[in-house]
Nanobody, 120 residues
Framework: QVQLAESGGGLVQAGGSLRLSCAAS????????MGWYRQAPGKQRDLVAT???????NYRDSVKGRFTISRDNTKNTVYLQMNSLKPEDTAVYYC??????????????WGQGTQVTVSS
């Protein structure tokens, strides 16, 4: 069973920084990508950034130049460094692993979410 444990959310003033971490546990043989999504109240869940197993990254336009996604393959951990935060970045941030292959299945998994609140 794969589980994703997120940490690093919190309350920060506009212009500040936060670093989110997501550690995947379980015996994962391979995966396609890991990433971060966010969901604000009353809105759909949107992609923030992804990083593939070969290191290719993708960002939503509104966070380009401010957020950086990285990973530590030895720890099956993905990070999201968020700088120059804006009130519109306020949301619950979810970690995702896509196409994770274990001994029993190939599937996507989600973390429980971590709240990020940016005050103006």
């Amino acid at each position: 069973q794969v589980q994703l444990a997120e940490s690093g959310g919190g309350l920060v003033q506009a212009g500040g920084s936060l670093r989110l971490s997501c550690a995947a546990s379980g015996r994962i043989f391979s995966f396609n990508a890991m990433g971060w999504y966010r969901q604000a109240p009353g809105k759909q869940r949107d992609l923030v950034a992804t990083i593939t197993s070969d290191g290719s990254t993708n960002y939503r336009d509104s966070v380009k130049g401010r957020f950086t996604i990285s990973r530590d393959n030895t720890k099956n951990t993905v990070y999201l460094q968020m700088n120059s935060l804006k009130p519109e970045d306020t949301a619950v941030y979810y970690c995702n692993i896509m196409g994770a292959r274990t001994a029993f299945r190939l599937s996507d998994y989600w973390g429980q979410g971590t709240q990020v609140t940016v005050s103006s």
